[in-house]
C-alpha cells in the first residue's frame, strides 16, 4: 500500500467520526526503513495534525484516545506502525 492509500484510509475512518476542520498527514516511514515490513511502502509511520470542533472540551488525553479509536481498524492490523498526533479545535488554531 503506498502512503496516498494509507492517507486516503485515514481520512475516511476519521470523517466517520469526526467533522474534520482540517488534518495534515505526515509520512515518516521512509526514515525507518527495516524497522517494519510496511515502512518501505509508505503509511506506516505517520504524523497526523487534526483541527475539528469535536475536540472542544476534551482533555489532550480524551482527543488521543478518540483518534485512536477511530483508527483502531489500522492500528490492531498494524498497517500503522507508529502515530504521532496534534489536536486542536478551531478555535486553538485562531491563537496559533
Known amino acids: 500500500m503506498t502512503s496516498v492509500s494509507r492517507e486516503r484510509e485515514i481520512r475516511e475512518l476519521l470523517s466517520l467520526k469526526f467533522h474534520l476542520h482540517s488534518l495534515i498527514f505526515e509520512d515518516f516511514s521512509a ?3 527495516g524497522h517494519s515490513v510496511q515502512a518501505k511502502h509508505g503509511g506506516s509511520h505517520v504524523h497526523l ?5 469535536d475536540f472542544q472540551g476534551l482533555s489532550r488525553l480524551e482527543r488521543s484516545r478518540r483518534v485512536h479509536e477511530a483508527l483502531e481498524p489500522l492500528l490492531s492490523s498494524a498497517k500503522i506502525h507508529a502515530l504521532t498526533l496534534r489536536l486542536s479545535t478551531p478555535d486553538e488554531e485562531k491563537i496559533k
Do not use: L
Open 31 to 33: 526514515q525507518h526503513a
Open 49 to 53: 495534525s487534526i483541527c475539528s470542533s
